[in-house]
């Protein structure tokens, strides 16, 4: 495995997926629809479009937005993807994987809707709401 793959894999270990050619630049989402997911920030990598799972028969889709769905292992809920659909750009929950190693946690998006109960110690590049849906739209 090279430097720039690495494997992880749900709770219940059906779905496997492989990474490559990755951001090693950590982001965590305070939407309110990734923090009613996951009960937290969505911190995630983006994959660009270079994921690949085994396993897919065990893969839910969730169609959360017109430009994005949602997937999870459909036997323990593990939270695999948020997918961009026009783009196939996933971003992977870095706790699917087991090495940290290389990764820093550098931006948050939806930093407007974050509620005051935590806050992360890092310095990061934030973007607010309107920020964000700006670039999407120009994608």
């Not at 630049?25 to 994959?47: D, L, Q, S, T």
């Not at 999870?72 to 196939?88: A, D, I, P």
Request: glycine share 8%.
């Amino acid at each position: 495995m090279s430097d720039k793959t690495k494997k992880g894999c749900c709770l219940c270990g059906l779905i496997k997926v492989t990474i490559s050619d990755f951001s090693e630049k950590v982001g965590a989402c305070h939407c309110g629809m990734c923090r009613k997911w996951g009960g937290g920030p969505f911190m995630a990598i983006n994959c660009k479009n270079n994921a690949s799972f085994e396993g897919k028969e065990n893969i839910s889709i969730f169609n959360s937005s017109e430009w994005a769905e949602r997937g999870f292992c459909n036997q323990c809920g593990t939270h695999l993807f948020y997918r961009v659909k026009n783009t196939n750009q996933h971003f992977i929950p870095l706790g699917l994987f087991e090495n940290y190693d290389k990764f820093v946690f550098n931006h948050q998006i939806f930093i407007d809707k974050k509620p005051e109960i935590y806050s992360f110690e890092n310095k990061t590049n934030n973007m607010t709401e309107k920020e964000v849906f700006a670039q999407f739209a120009s994608m």
